[in-house]
């Protein structure tokens, strides 16, 4: 956890001193990435809002996305990621949104993405996705290898604007 809090902290000065904000759609990281950027004091600065979307429930009701809205996109998927990252800052109208979903373990998901199989998306001035694969089962230490992957993906975009 301490990695990701540093991580956090590196994150929340540049996004302070950009005056940028964010909201957090994630899933299989069950709240670490926003547990990460709200360790920093001061995070009300930044951090407008998150939501774990663990089920297609909690997809239409946190993000009011429907079933025709992702027919045809598997969960665990790049398009999936943007989809989330895209809604999750257009309903809390923040300069980034970021998202995660993907498959922590012991097990893979039932759309047959093996333990370690996360796709991250960030929207925003500079959008950007990524497919990582642990190769592990450990659901922890996957849990903690997505966020930190998100974290370390946001950071890269917010740094590459002006």
């Known amino acids: 956890m301490e990695q990701l809090f540093a991580q956090a902290r590196d994150l929340a000065a540049l996004l302070i001193a950009r005056r940028h904000t964010l909201a957090v759609a994630e899933s299989s990281t069950g709240g ?3 547990a990460a950027l709200l360790s920093v004091p001061g995070a009300s600065a930044y951090y407008l809002g998150g939501a774990v979307v663990y089920t ?5 009701r946190l993000l009011d996305l429907k079933r025709e809205d992702v027919r045809g996109l598997k969960s665990a998927s790049e398009p999936y990621a943007a989809l989330l990252a895209e ?8 300069t980034w949104g970021i998202a995660e979903t993907g ?4 097990n893979g998901n039932p759309y047959g993405d093996p333990a ?3 796709c991250l998306a960030v929207a925003g001035p500079r959008p950007a996705v990524q497919t990582l694969a642990t190769g592990n089962s450990d659901r922890a230490g996957n849990m903690l290898a997505f966020a930190s992957a998100a974290l370390a993906l946001l ?3 917010v740094a590459a604007t002006d």
């Open 32 to 34: 670490l990435i926003s």
């Open 56 to 60: 297609p429930r909690a997809r239409h």
């Open 87 to 94: 809604r999750v800052r257009h309903r809390f109208s923040v």
């Open 103 to 106: 498959a922590s373990g012991p």
């Open 116 to 118: 370690g199989h996360s």
């Open 155 to 157: 950071h890269a975009q």
